[in-house]
């Protein structure tokens, strides 16, 4: 299936609220689908509807490729293609419970080359739907809880440098005005 782009910060696409889905149709199955397939070869362990110029609500997950490659020192099994059995895709997702606090370094797809801490709760139970329009409640901690709370936030128009100090996204500023240039203006941050 077609790569989709991923769209990068200050893409105004990432600061737009996400619309409910309404139906489930072989058009959103297919962004699914693109949505999956762009995130692993990114390779990435979430991506969110907006992050590809999509304002649905809807998002995709898998943590798996990321523990295969702490864990393993083979480089031939990291490079093999995810097998897809851990892989989660929620349709108008929504945290319904959230407790305990952990600080954690976070990246995103939409603003590659630049992470900072930021602190998220430790563990969340999620509500959505499947492809298949069946309810799903996913009760998650530790990475999973993070990752859903980044891709989710993302349905929102948050960025993880929306959840750090403003002296530490002032630096942050900086150092992507120096990467992409001081021609491009980042009022939103």
């Known amino acids: 299936m077609p790569e989709l782009k991923i769209l990068t ?3 105004p696409m990432l600061r737009k609220k996400c619309e409910l889905v309404e139906e489930i149709d072989d058009a959103l199955l297919t962004l699914l689908d693109n949505m999956a397939d762009t995130m692993y070869e990114a390779p990435g362990v979430g991506l969110a509807a907006p992050q590809v110029g999509a304002t649905k609500r809807v998002i995709v997950a898998d943590i798996k490729p990321r523990e295969r490659a702490q ?3 083979d480089e031939e099994e990291i490079l093999l293609p995810p097998d897809r059995s851990e892989l989660i895709e929620l349709i108008n997702p929504e945290i319904v419970f959230a407790e305990g606090e952990t600080i954690h370094e976070e990246g995103c797809l939409s603003i590659p080359g630049f992470v900072s801490d930021v602190k998220r709760k ?3 139970v999620v509500e959505g739907y ?5 309810f799903i409640e996913i009760k998650c901690e ?3 809880a993070r990752v859903l709370q980044h891709e989710i936030d993302h349905l929102d128009g948050i960025l993880f440098i929306d959840r750090i100090s403003r002296l530490k996204r002032e630096l ?4 992507i005005e120096k990467v ?3 021609e491009e203006k980042y009022a939103v941050l």
């Open 9 to 11: 910060y200050p893409d």
């Open 71 to 73: 864990e393993s020192t």
């Open 122 to 124: 430790y563990e969340v």
């Open 130 to 134: 499947s492809r298949d329009g069946e």
């Open 142 to 144: 530790d990475l999973l």
């Open 172 to 175: 942050l500023k900086k150092k």
């Open 180 to 182: 992409l240039g001081k």
